[in-house]
């Protein structure tokens, strides 16, 4: 499974931001496919999760205003961001978690795409 996240920049506090992550050798069944975001000095933390079953979860930072969705046909997952504020600033990844959850091999991610929101 490949994973490559785009559409990152800089955008002023306030503005709106549609992240794309392009999936390929993606598998009919898996755990979830999701967004996260990580700070310079801190761990990742999820932004938003679709699960293999369609349910939609989003972390508590972003909840509100980010929107996560899938386009089946192309295979790529959407993040769409508004309302952006300055401690949105981070690396953003998007991940497919497929297989056995104890397995090194659960977790596959893209590289990151980096959003700065200026004031």
């Known amino acids: 499974v490949q994973l490559q996240a785009s559409g990152g920049g800089l955008v002023q506090a306030g503005g709106s931001l549609n992240l794309s992550c392009t999936i390929s050798?993606?598998?009919?069944?898996?755990?979830?496919l999701n967004w996260f975001r990580q700070i310079p000095g801190t761990q990742r933390r999820l932004v938003a999760a679709?699960?293999?079953?369609?349910?939609?979860n989003y972390g508590d930072a972003m909840k509100g205003r980010v929107t996560i969705s899938r386009d089946k046909v192309k295979d790529i997952l959407w993040l769409q961001m508004s309302n952006l504020k300055r401690e949105d600033t981070a690396v953003y990844y998007c991940?497919?978690?497929?297989?056995?959850?104890?397995?090194?091999?659960?977790?596959?991610w893209g590289r990151g795409t980096q959003v700065t929101v200026s004031s």
């Open positions: 679709l699960e293999g079953g369609g349910r939609v």
């Open positions: 991940n497919a978690q497929i297989g056995n959850v104890y397995s090194p091999s659960y977790n596959h």
């Open positions: 050798g993606l598998p009919s069944r898996f755990d979830a």
